[in-house]
């Protein structure tokens, strides 16, 4: 590989397991803790299971010198990150929401062997993202950082909570405890690479190179991703479609069990 797309420090992963590698992939302003709720019951079934931080969240690296990072890019590292593992193979990805979208690029790149992307963005039919996604990372990154204490306040409250997190995350955020919501935000609004990342989000253009099963989720309570944002027209023929009861755009609070039970049906 080029030594230009190569990532100046290895990203940050947790594994648990052994077995065929599985990767999960988080969504953008978050982290590897995002997939806590599901991964030991992966790993229970016979996988290895690596959830990276991409680059710029969590406890990975930014990409230097870039004001904008395009998901190819994040592609090609990834497989680079894959490769200093020892792993060479096409391997099983599951992503949610920015790490979904990285895992069809995977595939158009020949490197997945499986992709389960849940919640991907970039299925819109305009040339940007909908408003209210632009309108949500606007109030995430920067209203806890205006008021810190009323924001940790307002998440301490059950009801509130769910309230505030139904749009960005999770249909039943009271399932999320308050501590592990602030520290989600706390990451959230200090994520080096939100911006950049999310200025390279592009549309699902071609995917002529997807050979291999594809599997696309967006519960139906998912309110980030509005239906007029997930067109099929440019996914694979053979694309399986679903739409899971009670799913918000980041599931694996709202049903641990679902989600891994998808995974694991459709990366067998």
């Known amino acids: 590989m080029n030594a230009m797309l190569q990532p100046v420090k290895p990203w940050y992963y947790i594994q648990h397991g052994e077995g065929r590698p599985l990767v999960l992939l988080h969504g953008i302003g978050m982290s590897h803790h995002a997939w806590l709720p599901v991964i030991d019951q992966l790993a229970a079934q016979g996988r290895r299971v690596i959830a990276f931080d991409?680059?710029?969240?969590?406890?990975?690296?930014?990409?230097?010198?870039?004001?904008?990072?395009?998901?190819?890019?994040?592609?090609?590292?990834?497989?680079?990150?894959?490769?200093?593992?020892?792993?060479?193979?096409?391997?099983?990805?599951?992503?949610n929401s920015l790490g979904g979208r990285?895992?069809?690029?995977?595939?158009?790149?020949?490197?997945?062997?499986?992709?389960?992307?849940?919640?991907?963005?970039?299925?819109?039919?305009?040339l940007f993202p909908p408003?209210?996604?632009?309108?949500s990372f606007a109030v995430i990154r920067f209203v806890p950082q205006l008021f810190?204490?009323?924001?940790?306040?307002l998440l301490k409250?059950?009801?509130?909570?769910t309230w505030l997190?139904?749009?960005?995350?999770?249909?039943?955020?009271?399932?999320?405890?308050?501590?592990?919501?602030?520290?989600?935000?706390?990451?959230?609004?200090?994520?080096?690479?939100?911006?950049?990342?999310?200025?390279?989000?592009t549309r699902v253009t071609d995917t002529s190179?997807?050979?291999?099963p594809c599997t696309i989720a967006y519960g139906q309570q998912d309110l980030l991703l509005p239906p007029m944002a997930r067109r099929r027209r440019h996914l694979p023929k053979h694309t399986e479609w679903l739409e899971p009861l009670g799913w918000g755009h980041v599931p694996m609070w709202d049903d641990p069990d679902g989600v891994a039970r998808l995974i694991l049906n459709h990366t067998a």
């Open 102 to 126: 990285i895992a069809l690029e995977v595939a158009q790149q020949g490197g997945a062997r499986s992709v389960v992307a849940i919640s991907p963005p970039g299925l819109w039919p305009a």
């Open 157 to 161: 409250k059950d009801v509130l909570r």
């Open 209 to 212: 190179g997807i050979r291999v």
């Open 54 to 95: 991409i680059a710029g969240f969590g406890c990975s690296a930014p990409v230097p010198n870039r004001s904008r990072v395009g998901i190819a890019r994040l592609a090609r590292e990834l497989q680079h990150n894959l490769a200093l593992l020892g792993i060479h193979e096409p391997v099983d990805i599951a992503g």
């Open 165 to 201: 997190l139904k749009i960005p995350m999770a249909a039943q955020g009271k399932n999320i405890s308050a501590d592990d919501t602030i520290d989600i935000i706390r990451r959230f609004t200090r994520s080096r690479g939100f911006w950049p990342t999310a200025l390279g989000f």
């Open 131 to 135: 408003p209210i996604m632009l309108a």
């Open 148 to 153: 810190p204490g009323l924001t940790h306040g």
